[in-house]
């Protein structure tokens, strides 16, 4: 079936200008998580959603950063006034209720 | 927090060789260890995974073990093939949260 799905694959924007990053996680999963992978690193978690309501958002790292999710489905992650330090893969995951986590493939963000 | 240390970080081998990558967390809480395998340009993908409730697991070349009392996990991948190279994250989760990611093991698979 249908995995996780990302959207853009790749993204370039100017410093200052906002950015969203979708996410279409696998029909049925009620729990869908925001990671970033910065370039060598391991993968930071961002947010954490269970249906629309955010439980968790202790790894946003600033306010310009912020998530919804709408239907129980889809997500974006917004990123406002982009800094370069924002470069970074951004995954997504989602997962029903039996742990596991799946990934989707990423969007690489690159903030000139 | 969770804190989950991974060792190496690089490790090359020679194909038909063993290979084992270690983790150690910090939770005494967690209780849910995946490995995930990540390839250039792709998102990283569940290759195995152990519950606190279980010492060891193997899918055929894989297998997971775990020590609850020394709080340590490690992938073990036998008869190793150049598809093998990728990088290697452990992580660890209480149930339903978040997963905690060690940083990573860079495995590289010689013909």
């Known amino acids: 079936g249908a995995g996780v799905s990302q959207s853009p694959s790749n993204k370039v924007t100017e410093k200052g200008k906002d950015v969203e990053l979708r996410c279409d996680p696998i029909?049925?999963?009620?729990?869908l998580y925001w990671y970033r992978q910065s370039l060598g690193q391991g993968l930071e978690f961002l947010i954490y959603?269970?249906?629309?309501?955010?439980?968790?958002k202790s790894g946003l790292p600033s306010d310009r950063f912020s998530a919804e999710r709408t239907g129980g489905s889809v997500s974006t992650l917004t990123i406002q006034r982009t800094q370069q330090e924002d470069s970074a893969v951004y995954l997504c995951?989602?997962?029903?209720?039996?742990?596991?986590?799946?990934f989707g493939p990423g969007t690489r963000l690159t903030v000139t | 927090g969770e804190n989950v240390e991974q060792h190496p970080s690089t490790l090359s081998v020679q194909e038909g060789d063993s290979a084992v990558i270690k983790c150690t967390y910090s939770?005494?809480?967690?209780?849910?260890f995946p490995w995930y395998k990540q390839e250039l340009g792709k998102g990283p993908q569940l290759i195995i995974d152990?519950?606190?409730?279980?010492g060891e697991k193997k899918d055929q070349r894989i297998a997971v073990t775990l020590n609850k009392t020394a709080k340590h996990f490690s992938l073990h991948i036998t008869e190793t093939q150049p598809e093998d190279s990728a990088v290697y994250f452990c992580?660890?989760?209480?149930?339903?949260?978040?997963?905690?990611f060690g940083k990573g093991t860079m495995l590289l698979v010689s013909p």
């Open positions: 152990i519950r606190s409730n279980v």
């Open positions: 992580a660890a989760s209480k149930g339903y949260s978040t997963l905690t």
């Open positions: 959603f269970q249906g629309n309501s955010a439980p968790d």
């Open positions: 029909s049925g999963h009620t729990a």
């Open positions: 939770d005494s809480a967690s209780n849910y």
């Open positions: 995951a989602s997962s029903s209720l039996a742990f596991v986590q799946y």
